[in-house]
């Protein structure tokens, strides 16, 4: 018996000093496999008397069991250590702040765009897009602008080139979203009510102009469309986009190729302490030029200027969403200065708005 004493000893001893699980199965391969050492010995108990067999017997299968429990409890053992150190290793602190995820915004001219859009959809007016470089048939002949007018030289223009040989008149970048309307005429006739923003470019560059900005322009043409519905579209709509009860706005006599009559439009502000507050106060803001559509335009557009008339008007885009959010000057819009965004809530950039979560 104390073979299977020295056996058992070395045995437990193994078992014991396995590091980990591939080296606990080596042992219990060793002892207990098919062709393990036990499990060989067991083999032997066929050759042996029955007494021996017996005792032997007996003794084999206690030794098999002891071997079994300190295997299982080894393993056990393993298990727990080895999920002891991960739980040691791998620990979160879900105490830690998100990581910030730079997040970007609409820009302040998109938003505006939408939200005149929206006002002006309210009274019936759908909006039309056309094509940044236009003929000058479409930027300026449809809109009685001769050809020797001021608007047309190249300081205020920017012509394309035209193929050598090419003798055509050069396209343009289009000045304004005239032609858009024009277009809009010619497709849809009269009665006719749309709204055209989109980009424009002047060859123009300073403190308060930049090459390319922002214009909308519209338009009502039906049998009896007069001044007054003018002055009531355009109240209703700064009343609705500054976001006021009231508003007042003054009609100045003026002049466009396009219009007759014209008129600029102003309305009701005060400085009061350095801040533009619209709808009262004892100054005026120029803020857009209207007037009634010229017949030679509406001819243009293939309507009967016998049959039909209407108002039409253009704001600046960028300008008004200057007055309206309180932005300083242009160089906001380009040189990144994202102070007056943050403070008028287009958060953007560097502002963390989402939590990053956690790492996975
Ligand atoms: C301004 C002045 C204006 C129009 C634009 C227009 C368009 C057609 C026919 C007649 Cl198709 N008029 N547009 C009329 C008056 C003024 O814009 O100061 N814009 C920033």
């Given at each position: 018996m104390s073979d299977l004493d020295t056996l058992r000893q070395s045995y437990l001893s193994r078992i014991s000093g396995a590091a980990d699980p591939d080296a606990l199965e080596q042992v219990r391969l060793a002892a207990l496999g098919k062709k393990g050492e036990i499990s060989g010995m067991m083999k032997e108990?066929?050759?042996m008397t029955p007494e021996e067999r017996q005792t032997t017997g007996a003794a084999l299968n206690r030794l098999r069991d002891e071997i079994d429990t300190a295997l299982r409890a080894r393993k056990q053992?393993?298990?727990?250590?080895a999920l002891d150190a991960r739980l040691k290793d791998e620990w979160l602190d879900v105490t830690l702040p998100g990581r910030p995820r730079p997040m970007g915004s609409i820009h302040p001219v998109s938003q505006v765009t939408e939200e005149v859009t929206a006002i002006f959809a309210d009274m019936g007016f759908s909006v039309a897009e056309g094509p940044q470089?236009?003929?000058d048939w479409y930027n300026f002949d449809a809109l009685n602008i001769p050809p020797e007018h001021p608007a047309r030289q190249e300081h205020d223009t920017f012509f394309m080139h035209r193929a050598e040989g090419d003798n055509r008149p050069?396209?343009?970048l289009r000045t304004h979203t005239s032609p858009v309307q024009i277009r809009a005429m010619?497709?849809?006739g009269a009665p006719i009510r749309v709204i055209a923003p989109g980009r424009v470019y002047r060859m123009d560059m300073d403190q308060t102009h930049t090459p390319?900005?922002?214009q909308v322009e519209g338009m009502a043409i039906d049998r009896n469309?007069?001044?007054a519905n003018l002055k009531w579209v355009l109240e209703e709509f700064c009343r609705a986009f500054f976001e006021v009860d009231k508003v007042e706005l003054r009609f100045r006599a003026s002049h466009f190729p396009f219009t007759e009559p014209s008129a600029e439009v102003d309305i009701r502000c005060s400085w009061e302490g350095g801040k533009l507050t619209i709808g009262k106060g004892d100054s005026w803001l120029e803020i857009l030029g209207s007037g009634m559509v010229h017949p030679k335009v509406l001819a243009a557009g293939g309507i009967d200027a016998s049959q039909w008339q209407g108002f039409a008007f253009g704001m600046g885009i960028d300008r008004i969403a200057m007055l309206k959010y309180g932005i300083?000057?242009?160089r906001a819009f380009f040189e990144s200065d994202l102070r007056w965004l943050r403070h008028y809530g287009f958060a953007a950039g560097d502002v963390p708005s989402v939590s990053g979560g956690l790492s996975r």
């Open positions: 108990l066929g050759r053992g393993l298990e727990d250590a470089i236009e003929s050069p396209h343009v010619q497709d849809q390319m900005f922002h469309i007069s001044m300083p000057d242009l």
